[in-house]
């Protein structure tokens, strides 16, 4: 983007922002992260993963969180692969602990994807 005037590092009021077309960057695959739950309280309203209000009435995108699912079923299936075999309450730990640089799960919402998982026949009881 482009500003004119150019007067200030900080935008102001009357500045007029236009697309740069020129820019050509040399880089061609850019890393987009989620979107991160950033209150304490998101886990109580329902799992995450739902449309429950966080953060002052605003909702997750139902993009992000079928993203969330997808990332979740991936993280539960490299870590079955791994391990071969766990019981339950280590695969949760585990799977939080691999999430919680993306964004903090909820057991319902891992547990979810390990039963849609087993529906699906990627893990066995």
């Known amino acids: 983007l482009r500003e004119s005037p150019r007067e200030s590092k900080e935008p102001a009021a009357g500045d007029i922002f236009r697309v740069n077309t020129q820019f050509e960057s040399r880089?061609?695959?850019?890393?987009?992260?989620?979107?991160?739950?950033?209150?304490?309280?998101?886990?109580?309203?329902?799992?995450a993963?739902?449309?429950s209000s966080v953060n002052g009435g605003s909702a997750i995108p139902?993009?992000?969180?079928?993203?969330?699912k997808h990332i979740v079923e991936a993280v539960l299936v490299r870590i079955m692969k791994s391990r071969k075999q766990?019981?339950?309450?280590?695969?949760?730990?585990?799977?939080?602990?691999?999430?919680?640089?993306?964004?903090?799960?909820?057991?319902?919402?891992?547990?979810?994807?390990?039963?849609h998982l087993?529906?699906?026949?990627?893990?066995e009881r």
Request: glycine share 2%.
């Open 27 to 47: 880089v061609r695959n850019l890393k987009v992260p989620l979107i991160a739950l950033t209150s304490s309280s998101n886990n109580r309203d329902g799992p």
């Open 49 to 51: 993963g739902s449309s």
């Open 62 to 68: 139902q993009a992000v969180e079928e993203d969330r």
């Open 86 to 115: 766990m019981d339950h309450n280590s695969l949760v730990v585990e799977a939080t602990k691999q999430l919680s640089q993306r964004f903090q799960p909820t057991p319902q919402l891992i547990k979810q994807r390990i039963e």
């Open 118 to 123: 087993i529906e699906r026949e990627f893990l």
